[in-house]
């Protein structure tokens, strides 16, 4: 799990960060923490791989409302809680997707109790994702939605269920990610999701959105056998 704050003040961050690793330590978990003091340099390095964020409402420069709106254009999932002196920035956070907010001065049994709610909510709605590089920005992509990943040439081609994504990633830097997954290959230019496989026949594999893909000899082999191990589990 990767937790990101973004918080201008040293002392509130202090605080944060202690509470955060009570609380993961009390359910016998880790995390990576990341600290920011400006929400600019937030988002220039920000990777797409966040699960949580803590934002500071009130910072200089850009407010953490606006950060969270420039958040949303980069990663439409992670998770974002306000850490703010003012409820008012509970109703807008509903603009922003934000899960919740926290009042300062933080007090830990509230704390708990809404981090702990926070950390329930990622375990039993997480998808798999996989995040590659396209354009200047990392996307992350729901595994289910993938149907297959072309390349055609040095282009990579993600094509999912909401669309054709083309990805800078090269595919030998998304092979291990993608096979892990259940993405395999059955040719030197194409992985499908197996998933996704709705029948095999001869030198072609058929996927449920209607899709053909061939098969190639040097591939067959190993693709059945991954494909009936992915069936019988």
Do not use: W
Not at 107 to 136: N, V
Not at 154 to 172: E, K, M, Q
């Amino acid at each position: 799990m990767k937790i990101y704050i973004v918080e201008d003040d040293a002392h509130a961050e202090e605080t944060l960060e202690k509470m955060i690793l009570r609380v993961l330590k009390e359910i016998g978990t880790t995390a990576e923490i990341r600290y920011y003091t400006n929400g600019i340099v937030f988002l220039q390095e920000y990777a797409g791989d966040g699960d949580v964020v803590f934002l500071d409402c009130e910072m200089p420069m850009m407010n953490g409302m606006e950060v969270a709106r420039r958040l949303r254009d980069k990663d439409g999932h992670v998770m974002i809680i306000f850490v703010t002196n003012l409820v008012q920035y509970a109703v807008e956070g509903y603009e922003v997707g934000a899960f919740d907010y926290i009042l300062k001065p933080l007090s830990y049994p509230a704390f708990s109790r809404k981090f702990r709610r926070a950390l329930q909510k990622i375990e039993s709605g997480k998808d798999a994702f996989i995040s590659f590089r396209s354009g200047r920005s990392v996307v992350k992509a729901v595994v289910t939605d993938v149907y297959y990943v072309e390349v055609n040439g040095h282009n990579v081609t993600v094509h999912t269920a909401g669309g054709d994504i083309p990805s800078r990633s090269p595919l030998s830097e998304l092979e291990p990610s993608l096979a892990e997954f259940g993405i395999v290959r059955c040719a030197s230019c194409f992985m499908v999701n197996l998933l996704h496989v709705k029948q095999v026949k001869a030198d072609k594999v058929f996927l449920t959105d209607g899709t053909e893909i061939a098969l190639t000899r040097s591939y067959k082999k190993e693709f059945m056998q991954k494909l009936a191990a992915y069936l019988n589990k």
